[in-house]
């Protein structure tokens, strides 16, 4: 593998924090190069030019953290683009001046609780995810409040799970119950009902974010993006989660 296959296999593992989904599969990444003596270029879009300033930092400073880890680069250099506070960002980024410094007199604190509230929404999309389809197959919601992380089949989305939990410090190993709240506590039957419709409404209101932005995105840039009918059919599907989530059990 090369280094320039490397730095783009880091990047992947960039997530944009509000949409739990990495920064290459996002099209974020709009140029990657590497120079013979180690230098890694990045450049880095976004879906709008005021995208939120927090977020955009968090991506830029991920993405610096991950491509100067690479073995074989030398020197990482990352760029945000096209957004109002980019010159800040990428200033403060090859500083290592952290948030707080770089936005200094507008920031109080820096972003590890915001980045922890985007992982828990994410551990509770991703039970919804690895849920759906044992309901599907015939589980019972009873099955589902004793089932352990080593009942269910192996899948993307329950590696997925399993990452985010970790994440968190919450047990992700096969005899750590399947579904659990925000702190990582086992989610009794009489609570599931609203549980699960919680974890549906988390998922889709990540899902219909990430057709949004991938549609804001195209427009801007004219990548491929979500159809129009896609983003539509997740706008639906969001307010109907949120509905469901009103319901009384």
């Known amino acids: 593998m090369t280094v320039a296959s490397r730095v783009l296999a880091a990047l992947d593992t960039v997530r944009d924090p509000e949409l739990d989904t990495s920064i290459v599969e996002l099209q974020f990444v709009s140029s990657c190069t590497v120079a013979a003596e180690g230098v890694a270029r990045v450049r880095l879009r976004l879906p709008t030019f005021f995208c939120a300033p927090n977020f955009a930092f968090l991506m830029v400073a991920d993405a610096y953290d991950a491509v100067s880890a690479v073995e074989g680069v030398t020197?990482?250099?990352?760029?945000?683009?096209?957004h109002f506070t980019a010159s800040t960002i990428n200033d403060g980024v090859a500083a290592r001046a952290g948030f707080v410094a770089t936005f200094d007199g507008e920031a109080q604190n820096e972003l590890h609780e915001l980045r922890k509230t985007f992982v828990r929404?994410?551990?509770?999309?991703?039970?919804?995810?690895?849920?759906?389809?044992?309901?599907?197959?015939?589980?019972?919601?009873?099955?589902?409040a004793e089932m352990r992380l080593g009942d269910v089949p192996p899948s993307p989305d329950l590696r997925r799970l399993r990452e985010r939990r970790a994440e968190l410090g919450i047990r992700?190993?096969?005899?750590?119950?399947?579904?659990?709240?925000?702190?990582?506590?086992?989610?009794?039957?009489?609570?599931?009902?609203?549980?699960?419709?919680?974890?549906?409404?988390?998922?889709?209101?990540?899902?219909?974010?990430?057709?949004?932005?991938?549609?804001?995105?195209?427009?801007?840039y004219g990548v491929g993006s979500a159809t129009d009918e896609q983003v539509a059919e997740q706008r639906a599907a969001q307010v109907t989660?949120?509905?469901?989530?009103?319901?009384?059990?």
Do not use: F, W, Y
């Open 75 to 82: 020197r990482a250099e990352i760029v945000l683009e096209d």
């Open 121 to 144: 929404k994410a551990m509770l999309a991703g039970q919804d995810r690895v849920a759906r389809p044992l309901l599907a197959a015939g589980a019972q919601p009873a099955d589902l």
């Open 172 to 220: 992700s190993d096969d005899d750590a119950p399947l579904l659990v709240d925000d702190t990582g506590a086992p989610v009794g039957l009489e609570a599931l009902p609203l549980h699960l419709r919680r974890v549906r409404s988390t998922r889709v209101n990540i899902e219909a974010n990430t057709g949004h932005c991938l549609s804001l995105l195209a427009t801007r």
């Open 241 to 249: 989660a949120q509905m469901a989530t009103r319901t009384t059990p």
